[in-house]
């Protein structure tokens, strides 16, 4: 969790200091999550979900998902359904797809209608 921690407070453009001013703890405390000595209690998680209410907690607690919650139109480009390929993540933290089942390919190529840019800070760009 340290290690995501971390990656968020540099997509937030923010120093440790001003992190723990933000949340209202110590600056030792968030050194100390930080170098992996301390896990943080539920204040801190507390604290950080009012702070930044757009971290996705599942993703800094347990890796699952994305840092960001979807929002919006994004949740329309990746439904929560059983057809939907699973996501796993590599051994350096980077997602992949599984794909659950076989593509066949036809003998028409298919053209392209859209492309949909993923961004790590979960945003996205639609190309058409």
């Not at 209690?41 to 993703?59: A, K, T, V």
């Not at 949909?116 to 996205?124: A, C, K, P, Q």
Request: charged share 25%.
């Amino acid at each position: 969790m340290n290690h995501r921690l971390q990656q968020f407070i540099n997509a937030e453009n923010l120093t440790q200091s001003q992190f723990a001013e933000r949340l209202g703890v110590a600056k030792a405390s968030v050194s100390h999550i930080l170098a992996g000595r301390n896990k943080p209690g539920y204040d801190f998680i507390e604290s950080l979900s009012r702070q930044f209410p757009n971290l996705n907690l599942e993703w800094l607690i347990g890796g699952r998902g994305r840092m960001y919650k979807i929002t919006g139109q994004e949740s329309q480009i990746r439904p929560e359904n059983e057809d939907s390929p699973s996501i796993s993540r590599s051994e350096d933290g980077d997602y992949f797809n599984e794909p659950s089942e076989t593509i066949e390919i036809q003998a028409e190529s298919p053209k392209i209608v859209k492309v949909v840019v993923f961004y790590d800070n979960g945003t996205f760009q639609e190309i058409t």
